[in-house]
């Protein structure tokens, strides 16, 4: 379970959205069968975002709610039809380019937007790139590309798999309030602001900080061991099983 891998493949829309040839045809784990996309989508190019494998052979104990950073980004694009390109001619002028409606021409807009997607997230403007670039720790660690094709009753059309495999923040503790200035904090402020996403944010919000819990408690579900192991490593007051905690007060002679 992580509740990091969700904000990351948000972010990923957010950041792809207007980015390339694809514009805001950009979706979040699309489950229908790319027949029926295209079909419905009016045969116009498309990117849809998945999270697949997840883990680690080396495995992490019990310990960090079975997390491991290595995860497998998965951007779909589908291109179908004829497109036309926008570029900047002359005097600032914006001309529109067609693409042939062949083999050939297939495989450049799939090109196109490969590159423009993978520039829109390493290298793109903005709160959502920020935000991509920060929930994946370290550099991408593999790259593939894979196409696809076919001719079914939707028509024929083109598909390029891109998996970046990537290093992923472990969720924060459960049991204590975000850190306003930490990724998590800010992609749920992010997400607030967008109508879609606004229920998304708080059922997240609340899955992320969970019920509050004292120092010693959330050592022990990060670690994933018994109470009884915490009390021994000295993390936890002596025959503590009240989950309740302290509350400051005066104490009156």
């Known amino acids: 379970m992580s509740i990091t891998r969700t904000l990351l ?19 979040d ?11 419905d989508r009016e045969k116009r190019p498309m990117i849809a975002v998945y999270t697949d494998d997840h883990g680690s052979d080396e495995g992490q104990g019990r310990g960090d709610f079975l997390q491991d950073g290595r995860l497998d980004l998965v951007l ?25 409606n062949s083999d050939a021409g297939t495989e450049i807009i799939l090109d196109l937007l490969e590159a423009q997607a993978i520039r829109a997230l390493v290298a793109g403007i903005g709160p959502w790139p920020d935000l991509w ?7 991408i660690r593999s790259h593939m590309s894979r196409r696809g094709v076919s001719a079914e009753q939707a028509g024929r059309f083109a598909v390029r798999q891109i998996t970046l495999s990537v290093d992923l923040l472990i969720d924060p503790d459960r049991g204590l309030a975000l850190d306003p200035s930490g990724p998590w904090a800010r992609a749920l402020v992010l997400m607030d602001g ?9 059922i997240l919000r609340s899955e992320l900080e969970g019920e509050p819990m004292t120092d010693w408690r959330r050592a022990a579900a990060r670690l994933g061991v018994n109470l009884s192991t915490v009390e021994a ?16 007060g005066e104490v009156i002679p």
């Open 29 to 39: 784990s699309v489950i229908d069968p790319t027949d029926n996309r295209i079909s």
């Open 233 to 248: 490593l000295g993390l936890g007051p002596l025959e503590a099983d009240d989950p309740v905690p302290l509350v400051e």
């Open 133 to 139: 670039r920060e929930l994946c720790v370290a550099d």
């Open 76 to 100: 779909e694009c589908i291109v179908a039809s004829r497109i036309t390109v926008p570029i900047e001619g002359e005097n600032d002028e914006v001309i529109q380019l067609s693409v042939p």
């Open 194 to 202: 967008n109508p879609a996403l606004s229920n998304t944010a708080q």
């Open 9 to 27: 493949r948000i972010a990923t829309r957010e950041a792809l959205s207007g980015a390339t040839l694809a514009e805001h045809r950009v979706f």
